[in-house]
């Protein structure tokens, strides 16, 4: 009774212990390249417009971006689909966001242009009055774009789980009340990203960037049913898709990507 009662405190040890492991945060570093353009004057800084983010990974296969989004949805109701379109619009928002939270770029909106051009047509209506409204004629120009697109991702495959039965007291005897599964998951993004030059359409920098993460997690299933009671599932621990490595490793390769296209503005430009 006493090792029993042994296994079932260093099983439950192990289920809050790993959790725990797993609440590690991504944190956004600042090299050399962001620093050094950050401290040039606001107006000197590269002005960039990102563009849509493509599908470049294999057709098939672990790392093909349509094949995990078909998992995915296995998972999901109908109407929770997620589609190649929302899911790169996603990545490309997550890299104008991470563009701009690096204070080393000016970068313009393209998405909700026709909105500001709309706006600035109204102000051009008597009906407006003159001091409240912004001058025409003011939009800025992109000198870069940034072109970007997914060539490797990876959902995270679950490793082989290891299986630890929970001992339990049932009516004085002893019998396994659950089993508790600990296994990893994996995720894996890449992208290619490239620097072009607004005005003549050349590219003046290309890179890889990836992010990757792995994380452990615990399943608990119950099992067993001693004596006619009914088996409970319990829910995972670790949710789908929202708390999967997949997450962090999106936010590592954006963070990446930024670094990437920070340091080109660092290197000599290419003879003509």
Known sequence: MRGALRRLGIVVSLALLLPACNSAQVVRGE????AAIR?????????????????????????SLDLNLVLINLRRPQNEQLGLAQFTGAVRDMLVTELFSSQA????????????LAEQAFAESPRFNAATVAPGGGLEGA?????????????????????IPIPGVINSDVAALGVLNLGFKKGYVAMDVRVLDARTGRVL???????SNTKF??????????????????PEVIKLFKNTPVEQAL??????????????????????
């Open 143 to 163: 000198q870069y774009l940034i072109a970007a697109a997914i060539t490797a991702f990876d959902t995270g495959s679950e490793g082989g789980a290891v299986p």
């Open 251 to 272: 936010q590592k390769m954006s963070i990446a990507a930024v670094a990437e296209i920070a340091a080109s503005f660092q290197r000599p430009a290419a003879a003509p």
């Open 31 to 34: 090299g050399d390249a962001i």
């Open 105 to 116: 770029f000016i970068v313009l909106d393209r998405d909700n242009l026709p909105a500001v």
């Open 205 to 211: 920098h290309s890179g890889a960037v990836e992010g």
């Open 217 to 234: 997690g615990v399943d608990l299933a119950a099992v067993a049913a001693a004596r006619g009671l009914g088996v409970t599932q319990v």
């Open 39 to 63: 401290a040039l004057p606001e107006n000197a800084r590269p002005r960039v417009a990102v563009l849509p983010v493509l599908d470049h990974t294999p057709p098939y296969g672990v790392r």
